[in-house]
């Protein structure tokens, strides 16, 4: 039996959505190989050693609960444990970390650092993957050295004058999209079609981080394509996006509302395996490890344009990895014990 620290919540604009995934996976949590020490982790970083029911996490509602203990982990390298910080002095062990964290403070690098730091194995992408995923710009600059094809695009920092970036809107032509560096659930991000609607976008944008992209829009559709390995890796089923129109944004994401996943996507199994072939290109060079969800787009003519790496995505029943990966044959709750074993063994 082995217990596994799942941490969930998160500082961090897609808190919700993390409490959601977090459900997911403690769910569909073998009970039989594996006990889960579960922490929240409040909106503003408070860390809560949580032994109340999953609804609570389901409902949004766990940090009410009388069952939050106050916590930390021990920094000694090869302890693992977690400390209760109730006057008790007593500590829980637990062998390995399994963060369900989206965006910042959890998906970026930080968390990873730090159980890193401590000796702690991580189901998961490490410190310098998770922080190069979390940057779209970076992520697509090394990926492009790759031969991947990545969108023309042009990063801004809060002290650019305005007039630069609107030229640079012009040389990259429009529609085009406007986005926070390091974000995720499409909080910040614009797609604009009139020039004169650049201003609002790009301060939307900043509103979420001190650096922005204008990125050309690709056309065609957006496709995803689920990760799962060490040195030797497994792809799940590729899948697609159809919008109705505008982009996959936050409602859309969350509710389906005029979107539809389709999982495996519409395309030749040629395609297919080319989307799987580049994804796991894009996952090795942006180091990743355990698992990662590979978002690319492909245009009209056939070509596949990388979009971004989610080192933690979305763990619900209706998720895309779990859902790619069990079109490629392998349940959620199979999925979560080769994860944990890949963590461990990595
Ligand atoms: N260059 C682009 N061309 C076309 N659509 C884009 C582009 N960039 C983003 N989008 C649309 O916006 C959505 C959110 O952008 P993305 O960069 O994936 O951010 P997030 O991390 O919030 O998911 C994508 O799913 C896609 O629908
Ligand atoms: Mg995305």
Redesign the pocket.
């Known amino acids: 039996m082995q217990t596994i620290l799942v941490l969930f919540g998160g500082s961090s604009t897609e808190h919700e959505v993390s409490l959601q995934s977090a459900h997911g996976v403690l769910v569909h949590l073998d009970r039989d190989r594996y006990t889960p020490l579960m922490v929240g982790i409040t909106r503003s970083g408070r860390w809560l050693r949580y032994s109340g029911p999953l609804s609570h996490l389901e409902r949004g509602d766990w940090q009410g609960h009388p069952a939050c203990v106050p916590c930390t982990l021990s920094l000694d390298r090869g302890e693992r444990r977690l400390l209760l910080l109730d006057g008790s002095g007593a500590s829980e062990p637990f062998d390995a970390a399994l963060p369900i964290l989206h965006g910042k403070n959890g998906e970026d690098g930080t968390v990873q650092g730090l159980l890193e730091l401590s000796g702690i194995p991580i189901i998961g992408c490490g410190t310098l993957s998770s922080a190069l995923c979390m940057d ?1 710009d970076r992520a697509h600059k090394l990926v492009a050295l790759t031969g991947v094809r990545v ?1 023309r ?1 042009a990063r801004f920092s809060r002290d650019m004058a305005l007039s630069q970036i609107i030229q640079a809107g012009a040389d990259l032509g429009y529609p ?2 406007v ?1 926070p560096v390091r ?5 910040g ?1 614009s ?1 604009v079609i009139d020039p004169h609607h650049l201003p609002d976008a790009v301060e939307a944008a900043f509103a979420h981080d001190r650096d922005i992209l204008l ?5 065609g559709f ?1 496709v995803g394509c689920a990760v799962l390995g060490n040195e030797t890796l497994t792809v799940g089923a590729v899948d697609e ?1 159809e ?1 109705s129109g505008g ?3 936050y409602t859309e ?1 969350y509710g389906l509302i005029t979107s539809r996943i389709h999982c495996p996507a519409r395309i030749s199994t040629e395609k297919a395996a080319e989307i799987q072939r580049t994804a796991k290109t894009i996952y090795r060079a942006l180091d990743c490890r355990v698992f990662a969800r590979v ?1 690319m ?1 492909l245009t009209p003519s056939g070509e596949i ?1 990388f ?2 790496v ?1 080192t933690i995505p979305g763990f619900t029943v209706h998720s895309r990895y779990p859902g790619m990966m069990r079109a490629a044959g392998l349940e959620f709750s199979a999925l979560v014990s080769e994860l944990i074993r890949l963590g461990v063994e990595a």
């Open positions: 779209k969108p695009s085009l999209f986005k974000s995720g659930s499409s909080f991000i797609k990125e050309e829009a690709i056309p957006e996006i919008l982009f996959f944004d994401k978002d787009f344009v979009n971004e989610n």
